[in-house]
């Protein structure tokens, strides 16, 4: 089912420009060296275009509760976060363009699983900063430990 999805993410409705484009543009912000934590962020957004049925966006953090021995470098958060806010403008641009074309494929009824698969990048779009792209079972790992830490404090 995945794989169908991915075909039907490329083929009609051109996925792989989607992910072309992110790339490009990332590649910029990487080469511009002060953009470097967003330009990473949309190159990882670009390369879960290219399989967005099998791929998902996650937090670096949410990433370390499943190693919790990896560390974070306080400055290059800073410097992240300090990127985000003169990104802000350009992120609100690429978010808008993405709802254009997630209103375009939810005219037709097998463009709405697609459509969701844009709606899912709309996060890392307007905040790529400390993003990375997993497989779906990574994805899915993290979620069930999510769950299983607000199950434990209801339970205490």
Not at 42 to 64: E, T
Not at 69 to 80: C, R, S, T, V
Not at 127 to 142: F, H, N, Y
Request: net charge positive; proline share 5%; hydrophobic share 55%.
């Amino acid at each position: 089912m995945k794989t169908l999805g991915n075909l039907i993410w490329h083929i009609p409705y051109l996925g792989f420009l989607n992910a072309l484009i992110t790339f490009l543009i990332g590649g910029l912000f990487v080469l511009s060296v002060v953009g470097a934590p967003i330009g990473l962020g949309l190159i990882q957004l670009s390369r879960m275009y290219l399989a967005p049925f099998s791929y998902s966006m996650v937090d670096k953090s949410d990433l370390k509760q499943l190693n919790p021995d990896a560390e974070e470098n306080q400055l290059w958060k800073a410097f992240g976060i300090i990127v985000w806010i003169c990104y802000l403008p350009f992120g609100l641009l690429l978010c808008l363009v993405s709802l254009f074309q997630i209103v375009a494929m939810f005219v037709t009824l097998i463009g709405i699983p697609v459509a969701l698969v844009a709606v899912k990048s709309l996060g890392t779009l307007f905040k790529p900063v400390g993003k990375t792209c997993v497989p779906a079972a990574v994805r899915d790992e993290i979620d069930r430990r999510k769950a299983a830490a607000q199950v434990q404090k209801y339970v205490r």
